[in-house]
């Protein structure tokens, strides 16, 4: 049995291990277009790889995929992140846990997730082609021919692993194929602003964003950057609204409660406490609710409070900003910027197209796809690569 497999990233090579494994007296080769191997494991978690999650039941994570979520669900139950887990134990790799269920390896460094996955390559025979660019597939028969300027190759089965790639998407669709068109997920928010502008670098472990003149709303830690605005309840909103955003040109508004889900009356309920308690305290030295004092500042500022003024002075006017600004800041949002080195896309071929209990096109027989070649993505956690390394199981059990 020949078996070809299309890119050589996180899907393609383990899918081609598991294959090699089961069948080792079978021909797998794995064709990368680049002379680089496995580079988006290489950058994630700032060179860490965030190689899955702490969560193991399907139940607990299919929230966290946008794109794919409860048609997931048969797929974790058959490859989840506890068996990753194993699979990595029983090659030599130990991984640890970090408080937010983020998964690494216990090195902390992802060329040891590369390096296992050459060892096994190299241990089970497999052929791996680089700079070798996918330019035509047909099907032949129950035979596939695979060509690029240089070769040609034929396989009984094909496994296409590319990653986000547009020139695969135009193949497949030659082939084919319906594919729903990639857009940018997983960003971070352009803002300029006074009232964040130099601020970068502070966090708020607990803020709640909602886009305003839609649904879209998330919570969690948030951070200032160069930029705008980033930190999980950004990266979360970005890749829920990733298709809506795309249309309004990522120019929109943002209501942001940087104390969470505390409401305007209970933070002005406090600021009369801290009033009347506390009326001698300068207000600027002093931030409430344990809030950065350089954001606190640079917020009483913005509302009118004289920076040497105490509680007891704080007139109603300035303290009702206050409270609007801490719980209901509107800030306009103009453009996107990526996510540090890693880039995820919401598009791909359609799952209708995919068996998922095989990975195998419906209508093409010995042909399957596996990873983000796929329209699936995830927030951030390990969750993006737990959907290759589950893809890339159930295809070398179905092959």
Known sequence: MRVVVIGGGAAGFFSAINIAEKHPDWKITILEKSSKLLSKVKVSGGGRCNVTNGRSAPAELIPFYPRGNKKLYSVF?????????????????????????RMFPSTDNSQTIIDCFLDQCKKLNITIKTNWSLDQITQ???????????????????????????ATWKILQKVGFKVTNPVPSLFTFNIKDERINGLMGLAFPNASVKITNTKLEESGPMLITHWGLSGPAILKLSSWGAR?????????????????????NKVREDLLVQKNNHPKRKITNYPIYDLPKRFWTQICVYCGVDEEIPFGELPK???????????QG???????????????????IKLSEVDLNTFEARRF?????????????????????QACWSGGWIISQSI
């Open 330 to 348: 509107l800030y306009s949002v103009n453009g996107k910027s990526t996510f540090k080195e890693e880039f995820v896309t919401s598009g791909g």
């Open 77 to 101: 139950k058959q490859f989840s992140t506890s068996d990753m887990v194993d699979w990595l134990s029983q090659r030599g790799v130990s991984t640890h846990m970090e408080e937010d269920l």
């Open 244 to 264: 809506e955003l795309h249309q309004i040109n990522y120019k929109f508004s943002i209501l942001i409660n940087f104390l969470g889900d505390l409401s305007p």
């Open 140 to 166: 032949n028969g129950a035979e596939w021919l695979i060509k690029s300027t240089a070769e040609s190759l034929i396989a009984d089965k094909v496994v296409i692993a590319t990653g986000s790639s547009p």
């Open 365 to 385: 027989t010995g042909l399957y796809l596996a990873g983000e070649v796929l329209d699936i993505d995830a927030l951030t956690g390990g969750f993006n690569f």
């Open 317 to 327: 006017k300035q303290a009702n900003k206050l409270v609007e600004e801490l719980t």
